[in-house]
C-alpha cells in the first residue's frame, strides 16, 4: 500500500461536498473509484485498454466550482507525482495566485474525471482539464461569477472543450428574482443553456433539487442532471435514499413550495455511480466520498471517451462535424442507459443491470413507461450510465432521413418549418422526417430512441462583444416543440403509432417500449409548434432496436 493511501486510511475521512453527500467513517472504502469506473459501475475500463484505447487523449473538459484542484508548479501542495493532472487552472478568467482557492472537494471531482493512479484510475485518465474557481460568494448570488468562469472555460483550449462539469450549484434562496422558482429563467440556468449553443459544450450538472440545496441550474434544458447510484451485491444498480428526485414532497425551509421544476417537467436525466467513492485530495491522500457532485464527474468523462471515438471517426471515416455535437453526445448517452438487465436472449438491448428507484421499483413500473407525456422517470431519468454501451451507441454511425437506417445509429438533423409562426398549426402540416429499419424488428424485442434539442437562449449583449460580461443579461426566446413517434412502416397518421413520447415541456423526448409483433418499423420526428422567427430546429436522434432473427 502506498504512503498516500495508508495515512487517508489512519485519517478520519470527511466528505466535503457541496450536492447530497453522505460521510465515511475510518476504515477501509466500500467501494473504490476503480469500481465505480469498472465493470459494476459504467463499464469505463474496458474501454481503456485494446481494441479500442480509449482515454480521453487529446479530448479537454472543463471544470467549474467554488475552489479549484491544485496544479503542480503552481501550488505548493501538489507535487510532480499527483496523478491528478490538471491542464490550466483560473480564478474567474485569469491564472489565480498559488494556493488561492485550492480546495478538496474540486480535486475530489477532477479525481474521478482524470486520475492517472493505478489503483483509483478515472474515467478518462488522458483528458485534458481546465478547471475555474469561483472563490466564496459570501451573502448575495455568485451567479453572474459563475456564469463568467464557466465563459472562460468554454473559451479555453481554443474554444474547443467538449464538457463542463457543475458538481454544485446556487441556491434558491439567494437567486434576486422575487420568489424565485425553478423556471429556467435564473441567470446561471440561462447561461449555461447559451453557452451550451454558443460553444458548442454539454454542461453536466449534479441533480440536486429537493429542500434548500442548490437547484440552480438542474432546470436548465440543454445540458445533462445526473443523480447518483450506489452498488448492490458489487453493481451501482440503485439510486441512493439520500438523492433528490425531481418531484419532492416536502417544502424546505423559508420556501412556500418543494424545490422542483415548474410545470410538468423533470429534473433527472440519467444515475451515475455515486456512493462510496474513493476519490484523491490536492495533496494525493486518499478519501471515500458520496454525492451527486461525484456522479456527474462519471458523466462528464465518459463525454471525452466518445469525443476521441468521435475525432478517429471525423478523420478516418465519413463522419462529420456533428459527431462533436453537444445533442448528439446526450442523446447517445441517455439512449444507452440500462434500465432492465437483459436475460442473455438480446430482447433487452443487451443492457447488464435492472436499475432500481428509491421505492425499489423499476421502469416499467413507472409512468414513464406507461405515460406518453413523461419521457423521464422521476428518480432515473433514462436509466443508468453505461459508458461501454454509449460507445457502441455511438458506433451504430451517422445516419440521416434520407435513407433507411439500421437498427443502431444516430442523426443530427434539422426541421424547418413551412409556415409562420403567427398561422395555426393543422395536422396536415405539421413538419416530420421519418427514419425507416432498413430490416424487420424482432416482436417482444424492445426498442429504445431519444430526440433531443436546444431551447433558445440569447445574450443581452450591451456592448457588442459577443461576449458575456459581469452585469450584462440573458433572454430566453423560448422551446421549439418536437415530438417522436414509433409507427409500422406503412403507416402515416400518427395516431396509429405504436408508441410515441409527447411532452410538451422537456426539450427532449425518449421511447422505451416492445415491438409488439415482427414486422418493419420506422421513427417519425414531428415539429409541433415553433416559436416566433425560429423556423428551423437542429435535433439529434439515437436509436437502438433488435432485428428480426437475431434475438438468441
Known amino acids: 500500500m502506498d504512503s498516500r ?93 498559488p494556493n488561492q482557492y485550492v480546495d478538496g472537494h474540486a480535486a475530489n471531482v477532477a479525481s474521478v474525471m482524470v486520475s492517472q493512479d493505478k489503483t483509483l484510475t478515472g474515467v478518462a485518465p488522458d483528458a485534458h482539464l481546465y478547471a475555474a474557481a469561483v472563490g466564496p460568494i459570501r451573502g448575495r448570488s455568485g451567479q453572474p461569477e459563475e456564469c463568467f468562469a464557466s465563459q472562460q472555460l468554454a473559451l479555453s483550449n481554443g474554444g474547443d472543450l467538449r464538457a463542463i462539469n457543475f ?19 435564473a441567470l446561471l440556468t440561462l447561461c449555461i443553456d447559451w453557452s451550451q449553443r454558443v ?62 421544476n415548474v410545470g410538468d417537467r423533470r429534473s433527472v436525466n ?29 458523466v462528464t468523462a465518459t463525454i471525452a471517451l466518445l469525443q476521441q471515438w468521435s475525432d478517429r471517426q471525423i478523420r478516418s471515416a465519413d463522419w462529420s462535424l456533428d459527431a462533436r455535437e453537444p445533442m448528439v453526445m446526450k442523446a447517445v448517452l441517455l439512449n444507452s442507459a440500462d434500465k432492465l438487465e437483459d436475460a ?59 435513407n433507411s437506417v439500421p437498427v443502431i445509429g444516430w442523426s443530427y438533423g434539422t426541421t424547418e418549418s413551412p409556415l409562420p409562426p ?37 445574450l443581452n449583449d450591451e456592448n457588442g462583444n459577443d461576449v458575456y460580461d459581469l452585469g450584462e443579461s440573458f433572454q430566453n426566446r423560448g422551446l421549439n416543440n418536437l415530438d417522436l413517434y414509433l409507427m409500422r412502416a406503412e403507416d402515416d397518421n400518427i395516431a396509429d403509432s405504436v408508441w410515441s413520447s409527447i411532452s410538451q415541456e422537456d426539450s427532449l423526448e425518449h421511447i422505451f417500449t416492445q415491438i409488439p409483433e415482427t414486422g418493419t418499423y420506422k421513427l417519425r420526428v414531428v415539429y409541433r409548434q415553433q416559436i416566433e422567427d425560429e423556423l428551423a430546429q437542429d435535433y439529434a436522434l439515437a436509436w437502438w432496436a433488435v432485428p428480426a432473427g437475431e434475438a438468441n
Request: glycine share 12%.
Open 5 to 97: 493511501k495508508l495515512k487517508a486510511l489512519l485519517r478520519n475521512w470527511q466528505t466535503y461536498c457541496l450536492g447530497v453527500a453522505g460521510v465515511a467513517g475510518v476504515g477501509l472504502p466500500a467501494l473504490a473509484l476503480s469500481s465505480s469506473v469498472g465493470v459494476g459501475g459504467i463499464d469505463a475500463l474496458r474501454l481503456h485498454s485494446a481494441p479500442y484505447f480509449l482515454t480521453g487523449e487529446k479530448i479537454a473538459i472543463g471544470q467549474v466550482e467554488i475552489g479549484r484542484p491544485s496544479q503542480f508548479g503552481l501550488d505548493k501542495v501538489a507535487d510532480a507525482d499527483l496523478p491528478v493532472k490538471v491542464d490550466r487552472v483560473f480564478f474567474l478568467d485569469q491564472q489565480p495566485t
Open 167 to 185: 458538481s454544485f450549484g446556487e441556491s434558491l434562496g439567494r437567486d434576486p428574482r422575487p420568489d424565485a422558482v425553478l423556471d429556467g429563467n
Open 199 to 260: 460553444h458548442d459544450v454539454l454542461y453536466v450538472v449534479a441533480g440536486n433539487q429537493g429542500g434548500g440545496g442548490i437547484p440552480i441550474p438542474t432546470d436548465n434544458f440543454n445540458g445533462l442532471n445526473v443523480a447518483y447510484s450506489r452498488a448492490v451485491d458489487g453493481q451501482f444498480a440503485k439510486v441512493d435514499f439520500a438523492n433528490l428526485s425531481s418531484e419532492p414532497d416536502f417544502r424546505p425551509f423559508r420556501s412556500q413550495v418543494p424545490e422542483s
Open 270 to 298: 440519467i444515475v451515475a455511480p455515486g456512493s462510496q467513492i474513493e476519490v484523491i485530495n490536492p495533496d494525493g491522500d486518499f478519501r471515500t466520498v458520496s454525492g451527486t457532485s461525484f456522479a456527474a464527474p462519471h
Open 344 to 402: 442473455g436472449d438480446g430482447l433487452l438491448l443487451g443492457m447488464t443491470r435492472t436499475l432500481y428507484d428509491e421505492s425499489n421499483l423499476t421502469w416499467l413500473e413507472s409512468d414513464a413507461y406507461r405515460d406518453r407525456s413523461r419521457p423521464l422517470h422521476s428518480d432515473l431519468g433514462t436509466g443508468h450510465l453505461n459508458a461501454y454501451r454509449a460507445l457502441q451507441q455511438l458506433q451504430g454511425g451517422q445516419w440521416s432521413s434520407n
Open 422 to 458: 403567427d398561422l395555426p398549426r393543422t395536422e396536415d402540416a405539421v413538419l416530420y422526417q421519418d427514419y425507416v429499419f432498413d430490416v424487420p424488428l424482432q416482436g417482444g424485442s424492445y426498442l429504445s430512441a431519444t430526440l433531443a434539442w436546444e431551447r433558445l437562449v440569447v
